[in-house]
């Protein structure tokens, strides 16, 4: 081990131009995998192909043609119900269909309006065509009351507001494709909104395509502001050209050989992983910084470049591996989940600390020894630090602070008691973007803005045919639409009645189901023979006939409750005994919800455990074990307390705090302890040992987090909420921990009565 460390150390001091040439060869190697990197931003991301939830989403896209849909919500002053707005909704209508990928288009003016005609039944728009509603749109108004089904679902009750329901071609969400097609959709748009039309886009594509564009915009902006931060705070620390410099340059190829091993690994990028180089610059700081921060302690003593750099190397060796090894531990238990994006953030994250630490041990070294003096120079005076002031100041406070941070850890293990897993993926948008506002107007005038889907299974081929059958899921549907939260409720049954009613000379008393099902099957063959083209039943009833689809139009927004309440209402017709499931994206985000939970609870007990069993290993010391534990639980129970005070919900973001910032915060205590021990060992006296390793580990531990900070913080000014939180959530966390290092650590440290050195460390 001696050997091999003599070697580590003395390469880049004997050989740095050879060093530097095979570590820029590995760098330059691992970017080319880079252009190879695939993005998908749609809810497919978060689980494997074959996995249950996306088995059954394609089961649903196959059986049913999916549901990929934009939604469009028009509004004009003055409101829509009028010929002028009306001849536009249709315009519109027609233009959507022309566009490539769009299956289907329902609107108002396109509504399927059931008459018979010469005793031949007739399904025509309810807007034939527009010169006639020009001319006569007391017809219209006479024919949409005829249609009371489309309130709520295509048009508010007071006429502001109007719906248009544009739905994709399954497979079709390529975000490339998806973000040009979207492009083309916003300048016919705008030729609607210059006409006086307020548009808002909505739907599961509108949000697809969002989250690709926000992953671009997120890393065009936080990117630069986080590393501004960084040169500014690198200049502060060191005052040198060198300082500034090389922590960039270990930063910028760690980041890039872990999305060159991204592409190598086939890992698909999404807005989850455009939190990577944040992490990564997390990383190389915490290294670096200790280096460079022993390195010009080192050459202020006197040493020459070449002897700082061992000496430096030296020191900061155990701690870095350490450091290294739980760093990769932590993110290496997020990938002990079915959530894609999480376990692929796990597992380049701890492969690219691994890189981290490799590029701070072979690039720091060899670019110090090759910088010229000029570029080595510190250009500030640092004064000298007066020994024994520090741990004389904690001695007589050990007690009251202790029992602060004891006050402090258990009002947050209360609050933190309080989380609950939970998400809105509306709310996955800050409230500046387009679709945020969008959805906030939309809001205004159709409350029952979300929706989900179910598929009944009839149990045989031709089940729908079944007048029985159908009664039972008529009795279903009244006990859904009764419900507070429902608004509308949408399925075959509709059609079926209004066909029974119409082919009977338009009775009231003969809406309803047929009695027969030969009358059913027959009358449904009517209404498909009378549909216009692109207007079947396909969406709503499966080929064999066997499955029937039914759309809940509803205003629950959260996942939790959406699926607390879907279960409920499938429940609902369960106990009238259908065969019930919910399906299309809401099982999606249901699974996503048990995974955080696993994910949460699993990934942080791991990382505990490992930390500790590593540092009761390596410093063979019980006791001083637990008390290092502290230090990086404490700060976890406040990160937990603020989401509970702030109201933020544990979901895909949030979910990943804990192991992360256990794994980053846990580095400064492992400097710090490992420091002290050293110390304690020469000194003997915890006081003094205490004092030293503040004077030297201290400052370090203070610039890190520094960087740390605002780092993450630049997250903050994300657009993507589930990373804004990251960002501020790692930022209080790591702040609290420096506390605990540099107070919780040494006050506990100094409760000890006995100033006797530890034997197993002497």
Same mark, same amino acid.
């Given at each position: +081990?001696?050997?091999?460390?003599?070697?580590?150390?003395?390469?880049?001091?004997?050989?740095?131009?050879?060093?530097?040439?095979?570590?820029?060869?590995?760098?330059?190697?691992?970017?080319?995998?880079?252009?190879?990197?695939?993005?998908?931003?749609?809810?497919?991301?978060?689980?494997?192909?074959?996995?249950?939830?996306?088995?059954?989403?394609?089961?649903?896209?196959?059986?049913?043609?999916?549901?990929?849909?934009?939604?469009?919500?028009?509004?004009?002053?003055?409101?829509?119900?009028?010929?002028?707005?009306?001849?536009?909704?249709?315009? *519109?209508?027609?233009?959507?269909?022309?566009?490539?990928?769009?299956?289907?288009?329902?609107?108002?003016?396109?509504?399927?309006?059931?008459?018979?005609?010469?005793?031949?039944?007739?399904?025509?728009?309810?807007?034939?065509?527009?010169?006639?509603?020009?001319?006569?749109?007391?017809?219209?108004?006479?024919?949409?009351?005829?249609?009371?089904?489309?309130?709520?679902?295509?048009?508010?009750?007071?006429?502001?507001?109007?719906?248009?329901?544009?739905?994709?071609?399954?497979?079709?969400?390529?975000?490339? @494709?998806?973000?040009?097609?979207?492009?083309?959709?916003?300048?016919? @748009?705008?030729?609607?909104?210059?006409?006086?039309?307020?548009?808002?886009?909505?739907?599961?594509?509108?949000?697809?395509?969002?989250?690709?564009?926000?992953?671009?915009?997120?890393?065009?902006?936080? %990117?630069?502001?986080?590393?501004?931060?960084?040169?500014?705070?690198?200049?502060?620390?060191?005052?040198?050209?060198?300082?500034?410099?090389?922590?960039?340059?270990?930063?910028?190829?760690?980041?890039?050989?872990?999305?060159?091993?991204?592409?190598?690994?086939?890992?698909? #990028?999404?807005?989850?992983?455009?939190?990577?180089?944040?992490?990564?610059?997390?990383?190389?700081?915490?290294?670096?910084?200790?280096?460079?921060?022993?390195?010009?302690?080192?050459?202020?003593?006197?040493?020459?470049?070449? /002897?700082?750099?061992?000496?430096?190397?030296?020191?900061?060796?155990?701690?870095?591996?350490?450091?290294?090894?739980?760093?990769?531990?932590?993110?290496?238990?997020?990938?002990?989940?079915?959530?894609?994006?999480?376990?692929?953030?796990?597992?380049?994250?701890?492969?690219?600390?691994?890189?981290?630490?490799?590029?701070?041990?072979? %690039?720091?070294?060899?670019?110090?020894?090759?910088?010229?003096?000029?570029?080595?120079?510190?250009?500030?005076?640092?004064?000298?630090?007066?020994?024994?002031?520090y741990s004389h100041r904690l001695y007589p406070?050990?007690?009251?602070?202790?029992?602060?941070?004891?006050?402090?850890?258990?009002?947050?293990?209360?609050?933190?008691?309080?989380?609950?897993?939970?998400?809105?993926?509306?709310?996955?948008?800050?409230?500046?973007?387009?679709?945020?506002?969008?959805?906030?107007?939309?809001?205004?005038?159709?409350?029952?803005?979300?929706?989900? /889907?179910?598929?009944?299974?009839?149990?045989?081929?031709?089940?729908?045919?079944?007048?029985?059958?159908?009664?039972?899921?008529?009795?279903?549907?009244?006990?859904?639409?009764? *419900?507070?939260?429902?608004?509308?409720?949408?399925?075959?049954?509709?059609?079926?009645?209004?066909?029974?009613q119409q082919i009977h000379e338009g009775k009231?008393?003969?809406?309803?189901?047929?009695?027969?099902?030969?009358?059913?099957?027959?009358?449904? *063959?009517?209404?498909?023979?009378?549909?216009?083209?692109?207007?079947?039943?396909?969406?709503?009833?499966?080929?064999?006939?066997?499955? %029937?689809?039914?759309? &809940?139009?509803?205003?629950?927004?959260?996942?939790?409750?959406?699926?607390?309440?879907?279960?409920?209402?499938?429940?609902?017709?369960?106990?009238?005994?259908?065969?019930?499931?919910?399906?299309?994206?809401?099982?999606?985000?249901?699974?996503?919800?048990?995974?955080?939970?696993?994910?949460?609870?699993?990934?942080?007990?791991?990382?505990?455990?490992?930390?500790?069993?590593?540092?009761?290993?390596?410093?063979?010391?019980?006791? @001083?074990?637990? @008390?290092?534990?502290?230090?990086?639980?404490?700060?976890?129970?406040?990160?937990?307390?603020?989401?509970? #005070?702030?109201?933020?919900?544990?979901?895909?973001?949030?979910?990943?705090?804990?192991?992360?910032?256990?794994?980053?915060?846990?580095? /400064?205590?492992?400097?710090?302890?490992?420091?002290?021990?050293?110390?304690?060992?020469?000194?003997?006296?915890?006081?003094?040992?205490?004092?030293?390793?503040?004077?030297?580990?201290?400052?370090?531990?203070?610039?890190?987090?520094?960087?740390?900070?605002?780092?993450?913080?630049?997250?903050? $000014?994300?657009?993507? $909420?589930?990373?804004?939180?990251?960002?501020?959530?790692?930022?209080?966390?790591?702040?609290?921990?420096? +506390?605990?290092?540099?107070?919780?650590?040494?006050?506990?440290?100094?409760?000890?009565?006995?100033?006797? &050195? /530890?034997?197993?460390?002497?």
């Open positions: +081990m001696k050997k091999m460390t003599q070697l580590l150390i003395e390469f880049p001091v004997r050989r740095p131009w050879v060093l530097f040439l095979a570590t820029m060869v590995v760098v330059l190697l691992s970017l080319f995998p880079i252009s190879s990197i695939e993005k998908h931003f749609s809810s497919r991301i978060w689980f494997a192909k074959g996995s249950a939830p996306i088995e059954q989403l394609d089961e649903f896209e196959q059986t049913f043609g999916g549901d990929n849909t934009i939604i469009l919500g028009l509004k004009k002053e003055g409101g829509v119900l009028n010929a002028s707005t009306l001849a536009q909704v249709d315009e *519109l209508t027609e233009k959507l269909w022309m566009v490539p990928f769009v299956v289907r288009v329902d609107s108002l003016t396109n509504y399927n309006y059931i008459t018979v005609e010469d005793d031949d039944l007739a399904v025509t728009p309810l807007v034939e065509n527009r010169e006639g509603l020009l001319r006569d749109f007391m017809g219209f108004q006479n024919r949409l009351k005829d249609v009371p089904e489309v309130m709520d679902y295509l048009l508010t009750d007071d006429g502001q507001y109007t719906l248009i329901y544009v739905q994709m071609a399954p497979g079709s969400t390529n975000p490339d @494709l998806m973000h040009e097609w979207v492009g083309d959709l916003d300048q016919t @748009l705008d030729e609607y909104r210059a006409q006086g039309l307020e548009i808002h886009q909505l739907g599961n594509v509108t949000a697809t395509v969002a989250f690709a564009q926000l992953a671009r915009e997120d890393l065009a902006i936080t %990117l630069p502001l986080m590393f501004s931060f960084v040169i500014l705070l690198l200049a502060w620390f060191f005052s040198s050209f060198a300082g500034v410099l090389i922590p960039l340059l270990v930063t910028g190829a760690t980041i890039g050989t872990t999305f060159g091993l991204m592409g190598l690994l086939g890992i698909v #990028y999404n807005n989850l992983l455009s939190a990577i180089p944040g992490v990564m610059m997390a990383i190389c700081m915490a290294n670096t910084i200790h280096l460079l921060h022993v390195f010009y302690q080192k050459k202020r003593e006197g040493l020459s470049t070449e /002897d700082s750099i061992r000496a430096s190397m030296l020191k900061n060796l155990l701690p870095t591996i350490l450091t290294s090894v739980t760093t990769c531990f932590s993110f290496l238990t997020l990938s002990n989940t079915e959530l894609v994006p999480i376990a692929d953030l796990g597992i380049l994250c701890a492969l690219g600390s691994l890189f981290a630490w490799l590029y701070t041990y072979t %690039l720091l070294p060899t670019l110090l020894m090759l910088s010229p003096q000029f570029l080595l120079h510190s250009y500030r005076q640092i004064k000298k630090e007066v020994r024994g002031n406070l050990r007690w009251p602070l202790t029992l602060a941070f004891l006050i402090i850890a258990v009002g947050a293990s209360y609050l933190s008691l309080q989380n609950e897993v939970n998400s809105d993926p509306v709310l996955y948008f800050g409230k500046k973007t387009k679709v945020s506002q969008h959805y906030q107007g939309s809001l205004q005038h159709m409350k029952g803005s979300r929706s989900f /889907d179910m598929v009944i299974d009839g149990g045989e081929e031709g089940a729908i045919n079944n007048p029985e059958f159908l009664k039972l899921v008529q009795a279903f549907e009244k006990k859904i639409i009764d *419900l507070p939260v429902v608004s509308n409720v949408r399925s075959i049954l509709e059609p079926i009645r209004k066909v029974n009231s008393e003969r809406y309803g189901i047929p009695a027969t099902a030969q009358e059913v099957a027959q009358n449904l *063959l009517l209404y498909s023979l009378s549909l216009p083209e692109g207007r079947g039943i396909d969406n709503q009833v499966s080929a064999d006939s066997r499955y %029937l689809r039914l759309a &809940v139009q509803w205003s629950v927004t959260t996942s939790k409750e959406s699926v607390i309440q879907s279960e409920e209402i499938a429940q609902m017709g369960k106990d009238l005994g259908l065969d019930v499931n919910v399906r299309g994206q809401l099982p999606i985000f249901a699974s996503v919800n048990d995974e955080v939970v696993s994910l949460f609870l699993t990934s942080l007990a791991l990382v505990v455990v490992f930390v500790f069993i590593v540092i009761l290993v390596v410093f063979r010391n019980l006791l @001083l074990a637990l @008390l290092a534990m502290l230090p990086n639980l404490i700060p976890l129970l406040v990160g937990g307390g603020v989401m509970a #005070y702030f109201g933020i919900y544990i979901d895909i973001g949030t979910s990943i705090v804990g192991a992360v910032c256990l794994g980053i915060a846990v580095d /400064d205590t492992i400097h710090f302890v490992s420091h002290y021990l050293v110390n304690y060992r020469q000194l003997g006296s915890r006081r003094a040992a205490i004092d030293e390793t503040i004077k030297t580990t201290g400052k370090a531990i203070v610039m890190t987090t520094a960087v740390l900070v605002l780092g993450f913080g630049s997250f903050v $000014v994300a657009d993507f $909420v589930p990373n804004q939180y990251f960002g501020f959530l790692c930022a209080i966390v790591l702040s609290f921990a420096m +506390m605990t290092d540099l107070v919780l650590l040494p006050v506990l440290l100094l409760l000890k009565k006995s100033e006797a &050195v /530890d034997k197993s460390h002497q």
